[in-house]
């Protein structure tokens, strides 16, 4: 069963049955309370809700206690199917998809509603439709639209379980602790300061710094005044970055390195980003599924993806509960056996260590040239020894690696490649084409036309890779979230790992779930395949334990 579902900037919604094409199946209907109405069709049918987007509506139903089993994400599907006709630069959002069913201009999209606006479907103010067409109107007529490549269903509903993942996931909040957040600020930075002043232990390494260029005034927050006090010192460096500093012979390097080191925590996870990020305890990002190219998730705001190690100690459980964490091992040169098919890759995987056996295999028992070498194959490193061990990795794994060569080809033509699900990897731009597409009068390419062609080559061989990996990860947050006790909840996610909390005495039935997910999420994208996606699952305490 469908429904599609409109929330109003005034807070009423309307809805209404759809049948399987999308067509209305009965009026439409109003509830002043759509929570409400929403509660009582998800205990009596389970429907699937066709929606505008899950980021603006689904909170909406989250704050009012209410939990929906499945969606259809119109934005988050008009995108892959954009994306699977080389169209992925056109607007996504409802107005465009609609113009476009109509035969209008499609209006740019609007972008996401900050986030202090009303979480409606159109944000704080209403917007008129093209066509002046009813919202609801809009959702049925969209909807059938969007039923053009039924080979894209999986990824779909993938996308759209993912959509709901990330909106319980800000719903519920990551456990943090301010308490802990704060000491591990002073113990690093010192005592909070005053506003617009350094934290005592930064002042302090300034200072030395400053002292170590002579006295003479300069800013370790400014690249460039690095550089200039380094070159008054009789030393020319290219740039302030960490690994050129590293080769310095000069007294202020080491507490310029240090300073580097505690300055980038005070600016992305200081006291502002407390201040603004984490509310009673709970930390709530704004998730953006899809954000990156290849499906992987981003944010907005916070810097939910990149939790440094220091503060995974502030992510602590509740008491009675615990977290439990889990990744995915080494899941992208398992994607790619999975992909390929290669025999004596999928033979590899059946260790739990996927670098060491493929350093048995292969190079004489070194993981760290193991890793480099399938790294490279990935990526398409050449540089310095990765050339050497892709070429043992070629000779030994041609399936494998003859897999993502066939993608960096296409992509150095200037052709789509597709994940295992068939989300497609973006056009180059039509300055690429020019450079790529001509010659030189004595009829060969450029170098700046060669180098162009191989760098696209390199990001369309990763894409069928890591973009499948984002495949799995989708599936497996798709079954998970239906297969966890009550009580738990997906608190977070990162590319291939996520974190739940859960009651102390769920803790085996969530390790459980997660293993059951993996499986499952295996099936459904390659079918009876012999290649191991493990999923190590631990219930700690604190997030810093989990590894």
């Not at 109509?102 to 917007?127: H, N, R, S, Y």
């Not at 939790?307 to 502030?314: F, K, T, V």
């Not at 998970?480 to 009651?503: G, I, M, N, S, Y």
Request: net charge neutral; hydrophobic share 45%; charged share 25%.
């Amino acid at each position: 069963m469908l429904v599609a579902l409109v929330i109003d900037a005034d807070g009423a919604g309307r809805w209404q049955k759809l049948l399987d094409d999308g067509t209305p199946a009965g009026p439409a209907m109003t509830a002043s309370s759509p929570a409400a109405a929403v509660a009582s069709l998800e205990r009596a049918h389970r429907p699937r809700w066709v929606w505008a987007d899950t980021s603006e509506v689904y909170p909406v139903l989250l704050a009012a206690g209410v939990r929906v089993d499945r969606c259809w994400d119109l934005h988050l599907t008009e995108a892959l199917l954009l994306g699977a006709e080389g169209r992925h630069r056109e607007p996504k959002e409802l107005a465009g998809a609609l113009a476009r069913v109509l035969g209008l201009p499609a209006p740019a999209d609007a972008g996401p509603a900050k986030k202090d606006d009303a979480l409606t479907l159109f944000g704080p103010e209403p917007v008129v439709l093209p066509g002046d067409t009813d919202p609801l109107a809009a959702l049925s007529l969209v909807f059938r639209s969007q039923q053009r490549n039924p080979a894209l269903g999986l990824l779909i509903a993938a996308e759209s379980a993912s959509a709901l993942v990330a909106a319980e996931m800000t719903h519920h909040g990551l456990p943090w602790r301010e308490d802990v957040h704060n000491r591990l600020l002073e113990e690093v930075l010192g005592p909070r300061p005053a506003s617009g002043r350094r934290p005592k232990l930064l002042q302090d390494l300034a200072d030395q710094i400053q002292e170590a260029f002579g006295g003479r005034e300069m800013n370790p927050d400014a690249p460039a005044s690095i550089v200039k006090a380094f070159a008054r010192a009789g030393i020319e460096v290219p740039s302030a970055r960490r690994w050129v500093l590293k080769k310095v012979d000069h007294p202020a390097v080491k507490p310029l390195l240090d300073y580097k080191e505690r300055a980038r925590l005070w600016v992305a996870h200081g006291w502002s980003w407390l201040d603004t990020w984490v509310e009673d305890g709970r930390f709530r990002p704004d998730y953006v599924v899809g954000g990156v190219v290849t499906g992987r998730w981003a944010s907005r705001g916070g810097a939910a993806l990149q939790i440094p190690r220091l503060m995974r100690q502030a992510v602590i459980a509740d008491d009675g509960w615990c977290l439990v964490a889990a990744d995915a091992s080494q899941l992208e040169p398992r994607i790619l056996a999975a992909l390929s098919g290669d025999p004596r890759l999928t033979e590899v995987c059946g260790d739990d260590d996927l670098y060491a056996a493929l350093a048995e295999d292969s190079f004489k028992g070194e993981r760290p040239r193991a890793k480099i070498a399938m790294l490279s194959a990935m990526y398409g490193g050449t540089s310095g020894e990765a050339g050497p061990l892709l070429a043992v990795l070629r000779k030994r794994f041609p399936v494998a690696v003859g897999y993502v060569e066939d993608a960096a080809r296409a992509g150095e033509q200037g052709r789509m490649v597709r994940t295992r699900l068939g989300r497609t990897s973006p056009t180059p731009s039509a300055a690429w084409q020019e450079l790529t597409g001509g010659a030189d009068e004595s009829g060969e390419s450029s170098s700046s036309s060669r180098q162009a062609a191989r760098n696209w080559g390199r990001f369309t061989r990763n894409f069928v890779v890591q973009g499948s990996a984002a495949d799995w990860t989708a599936a497996l947050l798709g079954v998970l979230r239906t297969r966890l006790p009550a009580d738990a909840h997906l608190v977070f996610f990162q590319h291939d790992e996520v974190l739940v909390h859960c009651p102390r005495a769920d803790a085996d039935a969530v390790v459980e779930a997660i293993a059951a997910a993996g499986r499952e999420a295996t099936r459904l994208l390659f079918g009876e395949t012999s290649v191991r996606f493990p999923m190590n699952a631990v219930p700690v305490t604190c997030y810093a334990d989990a590894k």
